[in-house]
C-alpha cells in the first residue's frame, strides 16, 4: 500500500505540510487502524444506539387510558419513569464523563471490560437517549388521524405503532439520524481518555514522538473531514432513495372504458 | 324485529364540563343507511366516535348485537375491525401505496393470505373507480380520490356497518359530487350505512332514517320525508328551512 506513494516520500520533512505527509507515512498503519476503530465504534455504537432510542421514544409515547388494567397501567407508569430519567442522565452530562464513570465504574466492579467495548456501551447509551427524544419528537410530528385510519380498523396500538406511525416517524427523522451518526464520528475521540486506540489516540501518539502536534491533528483533522463529507453525501442519497420519485405508473390493465 | 347491528344506550360524553352528548339513545338495523344531520357543535360527529370507541363515552354504552363493547383492548379491536369508519380527512396511510392502504389491516388485523387481501383490494378499488391508481400514494392524489381510496380500504375488511364522519367536508364541489356517487351506490348494494352529513339532498334521497340532532340531543328521528316534509319539532324546521330555502 505504501509503495504506491513512494514517489511521494520524504525524508528531511520542513514546511508544515510536508511534516503532515511524513507522518502520515511513517505511521500510515496507525492512521488507519485509528480510522477503522472510529468508524467501528462509532457504527455499531449509533446503530445499537438507534436501537435503543426507538425502544426508548416509543416507550416514552406510551399512553395509558381508563381502558387499561391496573397493572399494565403501573408497569407503564415505571418504564416511562426509568425512561425519562435515563434520557435526563445521559442529556444532562459530558460524554466524556459519562466515559470514565462507566469504564472505572465497571472494572471497578471486578468486570473486566475492554476500552474498546466500554466505548461502544457509552455510545450506545448516549446516542440512545438524544435518539429517544428525537423519536419521540418524530411520532409527535405524524397527525393523529393516521393512527386513527389504523385504529378504526382494529390495529391494536402496538400494530399501529410499527406498521403506521414509526415508518413515517422514520422518514422524517431521517436527517437527524444522519447528524447523530457525524456527531458521534467526532465524539469517540472523547474515548481517548479511556484509552480507546481511535484517530484522536493515534494522532497523539504520532505527535508525541516528533512534538508535532499540530501536523499529527491535522492530518486526521482531514481524516474526520473526508470521512462526515463523504458518509454525508452517502445519507444524502439515503434520504433521496427513500423519498421515492414523484411519479407513478397508472395501472391500464384496470383501467376501464366506462 | 330484527336484530340491531349497533345499539347506544343512554349515552353521554363530556369535555370538561361541556356537555356534548345528552343521553343518546340508538340502534342501527341491517341494511339501514341513517344519516345524522345537524349544526356543526350539535355532536353528531362525536357520537360517532364514540360508536366506534374513538372517543370514550362518559356514561352509557355501546352495544353490537346486544353485546356491550367492554372497555378491553381486545374486544374493541375485535369490534372496531367489524365496524367500518371513513373520517372527514381521509386517515389514508402517507407512506404507502393505495394497494398498500387497502391491504394492510386486512393482512395484519384479519390475516388474510397475500392473495385474497389483493383480490378483495382490486375489488373493492374498482367498485370506487380507483384500481388504475393502486401504485399511487396518497399526496399524488386529489380529495376525491383519496376519500373513494378511503372507502375502499374501509369495505376491504368486510364491515358489518360503515360508519362516515362528514366523508365530504372537506372537499370542493366537483370532488363532493364523485364521492357521494360512491356511497349512493353503496347504499344500493344492502351495505349497511351510518352517515354523518351536511349533504341534505343525499340524506333525503338516499337514507332510510334521518336523525336531526342539537346541542347534543337527538331532536328528531324519522324517515326522510317525513323529517324533511313535517319536522316536527320547531328547531329541526329552522335548521332545514336554512338549507332547503330555494
Redesign the interface.
Same mark, same amino acid.
Not at chain 2, 26 to 54: A, D
Given at each position: 500500500m505504501a509503495m504506491a506513494f513512494d514517489f511521494l516520500t520524504i525524508t528531511n520533512p520542513q514546511s508544515s505540510l510536508e511534516w503532515m505527509v511524513f507522518l502520515t507515512q511513517k505511521y500510515f498503519s496507525m492512521f488507519v487502524e485509528g480510522t477503522l476503530l472510529t468508524l467501528y465504534i462509532s457504527i455499531i455504537g449509533t446503530f445499537l444506539g438507534f436501537a435503543l432510542g426507538y425502544v426508548i421514544g416509543v416507550i416514552q409515547d406510551l399512553q395509558v387510558?381508563? +381502558? !387499561?388494567l391496573l397493572p399494565k397501567r403501573v408497569l407503564v407508569g415505571i418504564c416511562k419513569l426509568v425512561a425519562s430519567a435515563y434520557v435526563e442522565l445521559f442529556r444532562d452530562t459530558p460524554m466524556i464523563v459519562q466515559a470514565m464513570i462507566i469504564y472505572y465504574g465497571i472494572r471497578q466492579v471486578g468486570v473486566d471490560i475492554t476500552p474498546v467495548a466500554a466505548g461502544i456501551l457509552v455510545t450506545v447509551l448516549n446516542t440512545g437517549a438524544y435518539m429517544a427524544e428525537t423519536v419521540r419528537g418524530g411520532i409527535g410530528s405524524i397527525d393523529l =388521524?393516521?393512527r #386513527?385510519? $389504523?385504529? $378504526? &380498523?382494529? &390495529?391494536? %396500538?402496538l400494530?399501529t405503532m410499527l /406498521? +403506521?406511525v414509526l %415508518?413515517?416517524a422514520f422518514?422524517n427523522i431521517l436527517p437527524e439520524m444522519a447528524n447523530t451518526f457525524l456527531t458521534n464520528l467526532k465524539m469517540t475521540s472523547v474515548l481517548n481518555v479511556i484509552a480507546v486506540q481511535e484517530l484522536f489516540m493515534a494522532a497523539k501518539t504520532v505527535g508525541g514522538n516528533y512534538y508535532k502536534y499540530f501536523e499529527s491533528y491535522l492530518v486526521i483533522a482531514v481524516i474526520y473531514f473526508v470521512l462526515c463529507f463523504l458518509f454525508n453525501k452517502v445519507f444524502l442519497l439515503v434520504e433521496k432513495w427513500i423519498r =421515492?420519485t !414523484?411519479d /407513478?405508473?397508472? $395501472?391500464?390493465e /384496470?383501467? #376501464?372504458s366506462e | 324485529m330484527e336484530e340491531a347491528i349497533l345499539g347506544v344506550r343512554d349515552l353521554s360524553k363530556s369535555f370538561g364540563n361541556h356537555e356534548v352528548l345528552r343521553k343518546i339513545d340508538m340502534e342501527v338495523f341491517p341494511k339501514e343507511i341513517i344519516c345524522i344531520v345537524g349544526s356543526s357543535g350539535s355532536g353528531k360527529s362525536t357520537l360517532l366516535r364514540c360508536i366506534n370507541r374513538l372517543e370514550r363515552q362518559t356514561s352509557g354504552q355501546v352495544l353490537f348485537h346486544g353485546q356491550e363493547v367492554r372497555d378491553v383492548q381486545s374486544e374493541i379491536n375485535e369490534y372496531r375491525s367489524k365496524v367500518g369508519m371513513v373520517f372527514q380527512s381521509f386517515n389514508l396511510f402517507d407512506h404507502l401505496t393505495v394497494l398498500d392502504n387497502c391491504m394492510l389491516c386486512t393482512r395484519k388485523v384479519l390475516h388474510l393470505a397475500k392473495d385474497e387481501a389483493f383480490g378483495r383490494a382490486i375489488e373493492h378499488l374498482k367498485q370506487v373507480g380507483m384500481a388504475p391508481f393502486i401504485h399511487a400514494k396518497p399526496s399524488q392524489l386529489s380529495g376525491g380520490q383519496k376519500q373513494r381510496v378511503a372507502i375502499a380500504r374501509a369495505l376491504c375488511m368486510n364491515p358489518e356497518v360503515l360508519l362516515f364522519d362528514e366523508p365530504t367536508s372537506a372537499l370542493d364541489p366537483e370532488m363532493v359530487g364523485e364521492v357521494l356517487t360512491v356511497m349512493r351506490q353503496l347504499a344500493s348494494t344492502g351495505l349497511t350505512m351510518v352517515v354523518v352529513t351536511h349533504e341534505m339532498a343525499f340524506a333525503r334521497d338516499v337514507s332510510t332514517r334521518t336523525i336531526f340532532m342539537d346541542r347534543g340531543f337527538v331532536v328528531e328521528d324519522a324517515p326522510p320525508q317525513e323529517l324533511f316534509q313535517h319536522p316536527k319539532s320547531p328547531r329541526t324546521r329552522e335548521f332545514l328551512s336554512r338549507y332547503l330555502e330555494g
Amino acid at each position: 500500500m505504501a509503495m504506491a506513494f513512494d514517489f511521494l516520500t520524504i525524508t528531511n520533512p520542513q514546511s508544515s505540510l510536508e511534516w503532515m505527509v511524513f507522518l502520515t507515512q511513517k505511521y500510515f498503519s496507525m492512521f488507519v487502524e485509528g480510522t477503522l476503530l472510529t468508524l467501528y465504534i462509532s457504527i455499531i455504537g449509533t446503530f445499537l444506539g438507534f436501537a435503543l432510542g426507538y425502544v426508548i421514544g416509543v416507550i416514552q409515547d406510551l399512553q395509558v387510558s381508563k +381502558v !387499561d388494567l391496573l397493572p399494565k397501567r403501573v408497569l407503564v407508569g415505571i418504564c416511562k419513569l426509568v425512561a425519562s430519567a435515563y434520557v435526563e442522565l445521559f442529556r444532562d452530562t459530558p460524554m466524556i464523563v459519562q466515559a470514565m464513570i462507566i469504564y472505572y465504574g465497571i472494572r471497578q466492579v471486578g468486570v473486566d471490560i475492554t476500552p474498546v467495548a466500554a466505548g461502544i456501551l457509552v455510545t450506545v447509551l448516549n446516542t440512545g437517549a438524544y435518539m429517544a427524544e428525537t423519536v419521540r419528537g418524530g411520532i409527535g410530528s405524524i397527525d393523529l =388521524g393516521q393512527r #386513527e385510519g $389504523a385504529w $378504526a &380498523m382494529g &390495529m391494536s %396500538p402496538l400494530a399501529t405503532m410499527l /406498521y +403506521v406511525v414509526l %415508518p413515517q416517524a422514520f422518514r422524517n427523522i431521517l436527517p437527524e439520524m444522519a447528524n447523530t451518526f457525524l456527531t458521534n464520528l467526532k465524539m469517540t475521540s472523547v474515548l481517548n481518555v479511556i484509552a480507546v486506540q481511535e484517530l484522536f489516540m493515534a494522532a497523539k501518539t504520532v505527535g508525541g514522538n516528533y512534538y508535532k502536534y499540530f501536523e499529527s491533528y491535522l492530518v486526521i483533522a482531514v481524516i474526520y473531514f473526508v470521512l462526515c463529507f463523504l458518509f454525508n453525501k452517502v445519507f444524502l442519497l439515503v434520504e433521496k432513495w427513500i423519498r =421515492g420519485t !414523484d411519479d /407513478y405508473a397508472l $395501472a391500464i390493465e /384496470y383501467l #376501464e372504458s366506462e | 324485529m330484527e336484530e340491531a347491528i349497533l345499539g347506544v344506550r343512554d349515552l353521554s360524553k363530556s369535555f370538561g364540563n361541556h356537555e356534548v352528548l345528552r343521553k343518546i339513545d340508538m340502534e342501527v338495523f341491517p341494511k339501514e343507511i341513517i344519516c345524522i344531520v345537524g349544526s356543526s357543535g350539535s355532536g353528531k360527529s362525536t357520537l360517532l366516535r364514540c360508536i366506534n370507541r374513538l372517543e370514550r363515552q362518559t356514561s352509557g354504552q355501546v352495544l353490537f348485537h346486544g353485546q356491550e363493547v367492554r372497555d378491553v383492548q381486545s374486544e374493541i379491536n375485535e369490534y372496531r375491525s367489524k365496524v367500518g369508519m371513513v373520517f372527514q380527512s381521509f386517515n389514508l396511510f402517507d407512506h404507502l401505496t393505495v394497494l398498500d392502504n387497502c391491504m394492510l389491516c386486512t393482512r395484519k388485523v384479519l390475516h388474510l393470505a397475500k392473495d385474497e387481501a389483493f383480490g378483495r383490494a382490486i375489488e373493492h378499488l374498482k367498485q370506487v373507480g380507483m384500481a388504475p391508481f393502486i401504485h399511487a400514494k396518497p399526496s399524488q392524489l386529489s380529495g376525491g380520490q383519496k376519500q373513494r381510496v378511503a372507502i375502499a380500504r374501509a369495505l376491504c375488511m368486510n364491515p358489518e356497518v360503515l360508519l362516515f364522519d362528514e366523508p365530504t367536508s372537506a372537499l370542493d364541489p366537483e370532488m363532493v359530487g364523485e364521492v357521494l356517487t360512491v356511497m349512493r351506490q353503496l347504499a344500493s348494494t344492502g351495505l349497511t350505512m351510518v352517515v354523518v352529513t351536511h349533504e341534505m339532498a343525499f340524506a333525503r334521497d338516499v337514507s332510510t332514517r334521518t336523525i336531526f340532532m342539537d346541542r347534543g340531543f337527538v331532536v328528531e328521528d324519522a324517515p326522510p320525508q317525513e323529517l324533511f316534509q313535517h319536522p316536527k319539532s320547531p328547531r329541526t324546521r329552522e335548521f332545514l328551512s336554512r338549507y332547503l330555502e330555494g
